[in-house]
T-cell receptor
Framework: DSGVTQTPKHLITATGQRVTLRCSPR?????VYWYQQSLDQGLQFLIQ???????AKGNILERFSAQQFPDLHSELNLSSLELGDSALYFC??????????FGPGTRLTVL | AQTVTQSQPEMSVQEAETVTLSCTYD???????LFWYKQPPSRQMILVIR??????QNATENRFSVNFQKAAKSFSLKISDSQLGDTAMYFC????????????????FGKGTKLSVIP
């Protein structure tokens, strides 16, 4: 158990819908990273937050957004969902910039 | 930008034997970390081993060891005495060091190698 929690574990929704994925980092970790794992794109970095502020953006679509709240949990919002958004979404947290701890992931299926 | 290449999509090994997974990377950074992550069928990402680029000594964690060749930008993983529980996808990953200056420290992953341990 990494100490990072993600909810829900599974999410099934329809095209055009909007969903929110939630992540709670390890106690004391200020950085949260979001990654997407899909069959065609592999594991890709989406976005990073540090202590409530956006720190870096990767290959994140404009339909996707994220935020980190004062209690350090983070949410990834995916809107206008398409079939190609079906993937495993991981959250990772870190405090030391030399290791990241991954949550169990949220499997999103868009029908 | 960094790139990580794993040239072996799939590999298999007999139980108790030794197997080596290959990884090459490209970067202009001088300070960085390299990782091997294991992803079993449960899909959890598990850190197997970490190497700091400034350390010449290869990292070792029990049955797992790496061969880090900085000049060649090569970072292979050796699994000794393979066990059935080693069956998983293995991802090589790069992260720049905080000593490289400001910026983000996200992980850049290779495409992965699917390892099957055969009884």
């Amino acid at each position: 158990d990494s100490g990072v929690t993600q909810t829900p574990k599974h999410l099934i929704t329809a095209t055009g819908q909007r969903v929110t994925l939630r992540c709670s980092p390890r106690s004391g970790d200020l950085s949260v990273y979001w990654y997407q794992q899909s069959l065609d794109q592999g594991l890709q970095f989406l976005i990073q937050y540090y202590n409530g502020e956006e720190r870096a953006k990767g290959n994140i679509l404009e339909r996707f957004s994220a935020q980190q709240f004062p209690d350090l949990h983070s949410e990834l919002n995916l809107s206008s969902l398409e079939l190609g958004d079906s993937a495993l979404y991981f959250c990772a947290s870190s405090s030391s910039y030399n290791e990241q701890f991954f949550g169990p992931g949220t499997r999103l299926t868009v029908l | 930008a960094q790139t990580v290449t794993q040239s072996q999509p799939e590999m298999s090994v007999q139980e108790a034997e030794t197997v080596t997974l290959s990884c090459t990377y490209d970067t202009s950074e001088n300070n960085y970390y390299l990782f091997w992550y294991k992803q079993p069928p449960s899909r959890q990402m598990i850190l197997v081993i970490r190497q700091e680029a400034y350390k010449q000594q290869n990292a070792t964690e029990n049955r797992f060891s790496v061969n880090f060749q900085k000049a060649a930008k090569s970072f292979s993983l050796k699994i000794s005495d393979s066990q059935l529980g080693d069956t998983a996808m293995y991802f090589c990953a790069f992260m720049k060091s905080a000593y490289s200056g400001a910026g983000s420290y996200q992980l850049t992953f290779g495409k992965g190698t699917k390892l099957s341990v055969i009884p």
